[in-house]
């Protein structure tokens, strides 16, 4: 059996190539990308890896649909033979995960593999009971860690950015949803800003490589209304200190009229001065000019 030599970044799943048609391995044990059938930038080649990580998430109760995942350095495992306790029974799809079915399945420790030519991994995990109150929530190697940054304090409706990261490197090209709503895709940084919901929790999610990883921001209410709280005592600061200054609200008034009486008047006030300007500019030009009947000029006075 020829090394699988595997690759596609024509097909592109979190930023990431998809370990897709198997091809012949190239000279220095790399991979040359396909895309579409054609050769891509032989310069852009990826090493041939063995390594494969291998994860069960989902739900794991009997009855119910768990999730194989499958991929090399981060990057899915396509069209992989996934095998449930020694027997097939299917391949992973162009994301490297199958979904598999735990109908008719007792409770217990089974084992999962994954295989694809020289690329084999196996697992095994615990099958519960369908009354069973364990949780089918943890964490794995593949599963995105979502934070959320707030833009200051988080209030509703406020700015945030959130990052999505796998073992501390950004996942670009991943949808994020805010309490289920799709809000946008991380970038080359893995990050995405928006706004919080008007609620008082925000969970915040995202699914890179068939895993599901999400994180909640909670408590917006209750830090609006501290805010407002804030904003109500400095207010009510400032109102004890010009009552002690003599300051009531009648004065105040009284103030802002006689302010606004003021601003009323200026315009006239503005006319009166421009007219008075250009009287005095006037009386300037008569004061100058020579009587009439005057005659205004230069005698000469020979010797």
Request: charged share 15%.
């Amino acid at each position: 059996m020829r090394p699988l030599a595997v690759a596609s970044v024509g097909a592109i799943t979190n930023g990431l190539p998809l370990l897709s048609a198997a091809t012949p391995l190239t000279p220095g044990n790399t991979v040359i990308p396909q895309i579409d059938g054609e050769t891509a930038d032989s310069t852009a080649t990826y090493p041939l890896a063995k390594n494969a990580t291998l994860a069960v998430v989902g739900s794991r109760t009997a009855g119910e649909t768990a999730r194989v995942v499958a991929s090399v350095e981060d990057i899915p495992i396509s069209d992989a033979t996934v095998s449930f306790d020694g027997t097939e029974v299917g391949t992973t799809n162009r994301e490297g995960y199958y979904d598999l079915s735990l109908a008719d399945v007792t409770p217990g420790t089974y084992r999962v593999t994954v295989s694809r030519g020289a690329v084999s991994e196996s697992t095994t995990f615990e099958v519960t009971p369908a009354n069973a109150d364990t949780p089918n929530d943890e964490r794995t190697a593949l599963t995105p860690n979502v934070s959320v940054s707030p833009g200051g304090i988080a209030l509703p409706a406020g700015p945030a950015t959130a990052k999505v990261t796998r073992s501390g490197e950004p996942i670009d090209g991943v949808p994020v949803r805010v309490n289920g709503e799709t809000v946008g895709e991380t970038d080359e940084n893995g990050t995405l800003a928006f706004n919080f919901p008007i609620a008082n929790t925000a969970t915040v999610a995202t699914t890179g490589t068939g895993v599901t990883g999400e994180t909640q921001v909670g408590g917006l209410y209750r830090n609006a209304a501290i805010v407002v709280g804030g904003v109500l005592v400095v207010i009510a600061g400032i109102v004890i200190a010009a009552r002690r200054r003599g300051v009531t609200s009648g004065s105040v008034t009284d103030r802002l009229a006689v302010i606004r009486a003021f601003l009323r008047r200026l315009p006239d006030r503005a006319t009166t001065l421009q007219w008075g300007s250009r009287s005095v500019d006037h009386r300037d030009e008569a004061a100058s000019r020579p009587a009439p009947g005057v005659a205004v000029g230069v005698c000469s006075v020979g010797k």
